[in-house]
């Protein structure tokens, strides 16, 4: 199986910065596109950011040059550079990844993160 474990989460004031990692582990043949995806209380969950296997980057209009998202591939993890936070940016953020394990022939999966709580308040 796989397993996604983000870190990084917490209480800033606003204008400030959070980095969330998300690592992957497990029986992982390989990782194809990655990204974080967050849900406010009473809201649905939205795309926040998606990085692509070849380092392509999509993001919500939201966090455009606010946030970056990376990935190591060689640790098997993303990160979220959260800069110039807003109390709108206040949520649950959750890692997403498409993997492709030792035993799915080819097939990726997708495969979440247990999330990370930020919240942006003075």
């Known amino acids: 199986q796989v397993q996604l474990v983000e870190s990084g989460g917490g209480l800033v004031q606003p204008g400030g910065s959070l980095r969330l990692s998300c690592a992957a582990s497990?029986?992982?043949?390989?990782?194809?596109?990655m990204g974080w995806y967050r849900q406010a209380p009473g809201k649905q969950r939205e795309l926040v950011a998606r990085?692509?296997?070849?380092?392509?980057?999509n993001y919500a209009d939201s966090v455009k040059g606010r946030f970056t998202i990376s990935r190591d591939n060689a640790k098997n993890t993303v990160y979220l550079q959260m800069n110039s936070l807003e109390p709108e940016d206040t949520a649950a953020y959750y890692c997403?990844?498409?993997?492709?394990?030792?035993?799915?022939?080819?097939?990726?999966?997708?495969?979440w993160g247990q999330g990370t709580q930020v919240a942006v308040s003075s």
């Open positions: 497990g029986s992982i043949f390989s990782i194809g596109d």
């Open positions: 990085i692509f296997l070849g380092g392509t980057t």
């Open positions: 997403n990844a498409a993997v492709q394990t030792t035993r799915s022939f080819g097939v990726y999966y997708s495969y």
